[in-house]
């Protein structure tokens, strides 16, 4: 569904990603890991069109969105909710989940989505998305991206700013949607977290795409054990 | 006094849709548009020209209301490009000087042009007594128009699709950009809409007393005045500041004279700015 | 967007808002300039001296100099947009015509008061919007709202000023002030000694603290640059500049009125001369006013058009060049000459021409 090949972006003129080729099939879920300034949120704002690209392609769906402008990739069925989130923080969880459909109006099913991942939500329709907590506007994030029915949900490190049990249930709600049929593509420093969900996994450092493979292979690997898992 | 709280209110509504156009642009593109007062005069001669003409007075004002809302649209798509290309401080900066020197151009062209060109909309009729006190028609009309576009305007922003877009661009624009908005359009349609405001006050403001082609600075100073009051970038902000400060223009100049009823809106710029720069209902 | 923009967002292109290369170390070097420019100024006379409208406009010339060096004091060296040019001058102005046409003051002590009230105005402007941490626009709105409001002042205090009419000031008449040359030469020396304590401030630790405040005001607090001090030390130094040029420039012309000293006609002009010029330069304000008093002599059949020129101007100069049309072209020029003299020269001037236009319109904050 989507495929990234030798992608390489930037800021200033310096590549912070270089050459990264990266797949994710269609009903997938799949990891990117990699600690703090590896270039996972680099590579994901690149995929969406919030930062230019120097090099390389990405395709969605096998049409080309190399450098297309966020809101076409949103439109064309791509959601992204980036670490910063990015909620209107005047506007009330409804408001916020209203827009999440934009240009129209969600079908009810939407909402039943949402609803049923976040039942907090449902609880506080007209409260002001600023003073919701950290984990309630984790999941007002994600539920306002889920809004729109995309096909491929991007998410970058989910788990920010949350106390592990919030985390922990915040992957269990990513299972089940995962099980919805929604393809999944994750950055994330917590690495048994996103290996546990993920089919596959990339993982990035300095850059470029160090390792790649199964979850079950990643997490039986060495360099990653010692790494990221903090086995000796 | 009443009479004067009540022409104070009439006044103020005005304002406040006056100063909606400017808080509006600000809030979405951070541009403070100094030539926001130019829709303004420009509406108001292309309804003097179109009336003396022969053109009946509904399509005239529909043609001034077009006119402003078509320079704001061709001020987005052109000079604000490169400023849209800045950041932060540099594009309020960049924006206020091209806006400026676009204040100047029309400004001179207009004045050059039409040198006495004015516009009076006589809306004629007995006067009406409104809580005792006896109200010109002129007056209601533009309360009336005034208020009405006023609950429009909230009900645009509050419940319709396109509204809560235009409010979530304001809020986060990157976060609009997430769910599939494109700022750059809605910037433009904001910027024809702030236009049209401007034309329309213009208009009702003409209803009684005349507003003449030099009234341009005027309007903008005017318009930045309760923008800043009310709280860049809030639109309820902007309307109640609107009625506050229209009433207290009238009182002003009625118990104390004109020169210092503009000293008094100044100051209370100047006063939020430094005191309360959220103003009234920013954030 | 909340209420006002951050202060310390960088400009896509990566370059601060302000900064200006240091001033050169050798005193001849430094000073030269300024010595240059006063003798070629001084030659003026030697050829219009004789008409006294053609020297009026000379005269006129070197006091918008002066007050652009004074904006770039406080505009140039500390970022405060300071849009109360006119207004700080009329201060200065208004003060001196009053006392000495209403108090009978005589022009010394008229002088001192009015340059001191100009300053303390200035320096509270100043003040407040350090206090306030106002960033650049606020400040703008601020100067601009007491721009208006002291025309307005000035208008409804008829018995006082004179309103709309002004003021004949005779304070000045017999004297050296009101002589054509003499009060050529006379503002010539103002010039050339606000140009010289321009220049010493730059050489000094205070202009040395005016380039790290603009370079990034939060690391230059974090260094113990006390940012709020030298801000108001700007404003001090260009408000005293203003008001004692407003001043003496009432008394030399023995006329005031709220036009001599309104934005349009001042805070305008100054901002497309040092828009030409070079914002924050030494000889900025000189060319600046230089090229617009031609500029505007020639135009002065064209009555109001003349304001539309001055609108395109501003458009033109503020979208093509980021600190004024004369730096940029030496820059370029610069940048073409090292290319002439090394191989890797080409590798420069792309690289160069690309930080001068930010063009990532895909990239976000």
Known sequence: MLEASGLEAGYLGENVVEGVDLRVAAGEAVAVIGSNGAGKTTLFRAICGMLAVSAGRVR?????????????????GLAYVPAERHLFPGMSVRENLLLGAYPGRPDPSAFELVFDLFPRLKERPRQAAGSLSGGEQQMLAVGRALMSRPRLLMLDEPTTGLAPKLARSAYQALQALKET???????????????????????????????????????????????YLGVA | MRAVVLDGIVLGLQFGLLGVGMTLVYGLGGVLNLAYGQAAVLAALVVALSLAAGVPALVAAGAGLLVAAAGGVVLDRTLMQPVYRQRGEHRVLLGLLLTLGVAFVIDGLLTWRYPSGALRLEVGGEAVPILGVRMRVGSLWASGISLAVGAALALFFRRTTLGRATRSVIQDEVGARL??????????????????????????????????????????????????????????????AGVLLGIVSTVSAFYIGQYVTTIVLLAAAALTIVARPRGLLGR | MTAEPDATVESSDGAPLGVSAPPPRSLARAFLPIAVTGALLALVPLWLGDSRLMMGLAVDALVFGAYAVAFNVIFGSTNQLFLCVGALAGVGGYTAAILSEEAGLPMAPGLVAATALATAVGGLLSWVAVRRSLGVIFTG??????????????????????????????????????????????????????????????????????????????????????VARYRVYAGLTGSAMLGITGAVFTYSDGFISPSTFEFGHVDVRVLVMLAFGGLGTLLGPVLGTVVFAVVDELLVEAGQLRTVLYGLLIIGLFLGFKRGAVPAVADFLRVLVRQARSSAGGRRVRAALARRRPDHPNEEG
Do not use: C, K
């Open chain 1, 60 to 76: 969605f769906d096998g049409r080309d969105i190399t450098g297309r402008p966020t809101h076409r990739v949103a439109r064309a």
């Open chain 1, 181 to 227: 049929g929604v393809t999944l593509l994750v950055a994330e420093q917590q690495v048994p977290l996103a290996l546990s969900l993920a089919d596959r996994g990339y993982v990035l450092e300095n850059g470029r795409v160090r390792l790649e493979g199964a979850s079950e292979d990643l997490e039986r690997n060495p360099e990653v054990r010692r790494a």
């Open chain 3, 141 to 226: 709105i601020v100067t601009l709202a007491f721009s208006l409001a002291f025309a307005n002042l000035v208008l409804g205090q008829r018995e006082l000023t004179g309103g709309e009419t002004g003021l004949v000031v005779a304070a000045g008449e017999g004297t050296f002030l009101q002589e054509r040359v003499a009060a050529y030469y006379l503002f010539l020396g103002m010039l050339v000694g606000f140009l010289v304590v321009f220049r010493a401030l730059e050489r000094s630790h205070v202009g040395w603290a005016f380039r790290a405040l603009r370079d990034n005001e939060l690391a230059a607090e974090l260094t113990g640059v006390d």
């Open chain 2, 179 to 240: 769910v599939g908005i494109n700022p750059a359009a809605v910037r433009t349609l904001i910027f024809a809409l702030s236009g049209a405001l401007a034309g329309l006050v213009a208009e009702t403001r003409s209803m009684t007393s005349p507003v003449s082609v030099t009234a341009g600075f005027d309007f903008t100073i005017l318009a930045l005045i309760v923008a800043v009051v009310g709280g860049l970038g809030s639109v309820a902000g902007a309307f109640l």
